[in-house]
Each structure stands twice: as structure tokens, then as C-alpha cells.
């Protein structure tokens, strides 16, 4: 068995950028690694699992509510060691995009606190680089997903591009 704590191989994680219209969710964690620390939010990905289940249940186990996961953001390493230099932690995270549906939003489990915060607000809560990392990436992905949208135009099956 690999323990989190100390592990002899990564244990793949995933984490969650929850949008509601243009705000995103923070939370802050309650366990170690990280604990106290705002994040988004996440977890390991348990046996038979495919990492979209498990970051949607993470998802639900921590914040509540209802998403549509969308797209992949990111892939990273969350490698923590000890004062000696040995590996305390490492997690190999996925990281993916997904939108409110609705429901109530409330901290659960391993979280202390739950909120949405404006994507200008970010500099308030002390978010480790990475985090920040894949939060802004996230927003691009997610604007150049509604722009593509918005420029697909439906052609009537009637309309003909020649004029006569």
C-alpha cells in the first residue's frame, strides 16, 4: 500500500476550476498537505477510478453542489519534501475546467472555507504560484471556448453562399 505521507510512488490527483459566470471558487484546505492554504479544489484519485469521476466526486465531497466538467487545464507535480530533502508528498495532478450548475455551496470534509472570488480579487488569498498558474489558465481556456462558440453560426440548410 502507498502511503500519501512518505509515499514510495506519486499518487495522481485531480483538482477543479469551478466557474460561476465569471467568478471563481476558492476553498480552503483542512488537511495536510497544505492545510489552511487556499486552493481549488481536489484530491487523489482512488482504485478503479477515472480521473474525471474522481474529479467530479472530489468536487461534490468537499464543496457540494453541481458541475459540468469541461476541459483539461493542466497537468502538474505537487512535490513537497521534509528538512532533510526527503519526499514528504508528491501528487500528480490533473487538473480540469468546469462550470456551476447549481445547488449550495458549502465548505465539507477537508475544507475550512468555500467562496467565489472575482478573477481580479485573486491577490487577496495567498495562492501557491501553481495554483495561480492554472487558475489564469483556466480563464483563457475557458474565453476562448465561449468566443469559439460564439463564432460557430449554424447554416440553414436552405441558404446557398451564391447569389444569382
Not at 119 to 124: M, Q, T, V, W
Request: hydrophobic share 40%; proline share 5%.
Amino acid at each position: 500500500m502507498n502511503s500519501r505521507e512518505y509515499p514510495s510512488f506519486p499518487i495522481p490527483g485531480v483538482g477543479v476550476v469551478c466557474f460561476q459566470n465569471d467568478a471563481v471558487l476558492l476553498i480552503q484546505r483542512g488537511k495536510e498537505p497544505r492545510r489552511g492554504e487556499w486552493s481549488i479544489p481536489g484530491g487523489a484519485v482512488e482504485v478503479g477510478e477515472t480521473v474525471r469521476d474522481a474529479a467530479r466526486r472530489e468536487f461534490a465531497e468537499e464543496c457540494g453542489g453541481e458541475i459540468e466538467l469541461r476541459d483539461l487545464v493542466d497537468v502538474l507535480d505537487l512535490i513537497a519534501r521534509d528538512d532533510a530533502g526527503r519526499v514528504r508528498f508528491h501528487y500528480a495532478l490533473i487538473d480540469f475546467w468546469a462550470e456551476w450548475r447549481g445547488g449550495e455551496l458549502r465548505a465539507r470534509d477537508d475544507v475550512m472555507d468555500a467562496r467565489w472570488v472575482e478573477p481580479n480579487d485573486l491577490d487577496a488569498y495567498p495562492l501557491p504560484s501553481w495554483t495561480r498558474a492554472v487558475i489564469e489558465k483556466a480563464v483563457v481556456l475557458r474565453a476562448n471556448r465561449i468566443r469559439s462558440n460564439e463564432n460557430a453560426k449554424p447554416v440553414s440548410a436552405g441558404s446557398s453562399s451564391t447569389e444569382g
